[in-house]
């Protein structure tokens, strides 16, 4: 039976990752002084004020950027929890990995609206958590993909490659370069439309 709240998740999936790139392509276009793309953080973008220049708007940009891309979040994972509903067991893992990424959401949106520049700790603080929820719920997710034979195991793989990016760029002190970000942070948003492309096929 087709739902339509689960073709929205699905949508929203991919959704939330092409908003989060146009605006923030936006961003760096208007970036004071010129924003250098293998050197500058994403945080960057956010500051109030850039070499010297009050810059709300990048403030605004990067705030919404996140923003919507945490929104669109939130119905994904409650679509992507309805493939895996038997037997128990992968239910309760789906479970797992929805409320993860459901409670990751608000902290994608914070880490922007407290910018690093006035909120270094909390914009900080939230930054990881964001990280390490969302990346937790990609590796129950990945669980629940092997031990589900129906879903495809790539998709599994895929999750377990981000994730190891994700945590290697939180965990790892050398790891923690503006590259790395880049490549985590895409990486996140190709995993959630690849996903999104096959909860579409899963909800035809």
């Known amino acids: 039976m087709d739902i339509p709240w689960k073709k929205i998740g699905a949508y929203a999936g991919i959704l939330g990752g092409v908003l989060f790139v146009i605006i923030t392509f936006i961003n760096m276009a208007i970036y004071p002084g ?17 070499n010297g220049v009050p810059s709300p708007a990048d403030w605004f940009l990067f705030s919404l950027a996140c923003t919507a891309a945490a929104v669109c979040s939130v119905p994904f994972w409650a679509a992507i929890r309805a493939l895996f509903t038997k037997p ?9 990995g929805t409320i993860l990424g459901v409670a990751a959401a608000p902290f994608l949106s914070g880490l922007a609206i407290l910018a690093g520049d006035v909120f270094p700790t ?21 669980i629940a993909i092997f031990l589900n034979k129906d879903y495809g195991y790539l998709y599994g793989f895929i999750g377990v490659i981000v994730a190891i990016i994700c945590y290697g760029y939180i965990l790892i002190p050398f790891l923690g370069t503006a590259l790395v970000q880049k490549i985590a ?15 579409l096929k899963a909800f035809k």
């Not at 250098?36 to 850039?50: A, E, H, K």
């Not at 128990?88 to 797992?96: F, M």
């Not at 942070?185 to 909860?199: C, D, N, P």
Request: hydrophobic share 50%; glycine share 6%.
């Open 185 to 199: 942070v895409y990486a996140l948003i190709l995993w959630s439309a690849f996903q999104g492309i096959r909860l």
């Open 34 to 50: 010129g924003y250098n793309f293998l050197l500058n953080y994403f945080s960057d973008l956010g500051r109030t004020v850039t």
């Open 88 to 96: 128990p067991y992968l239910k309760y893992l789906a479970w797992l």
């Open 122 to 142: 909390q914009h900080g603080l939230s930054t990881d958590i964001f990280f390490l929820l969302y990346s937790t719920a990609i590796v129950i997710y990945s």
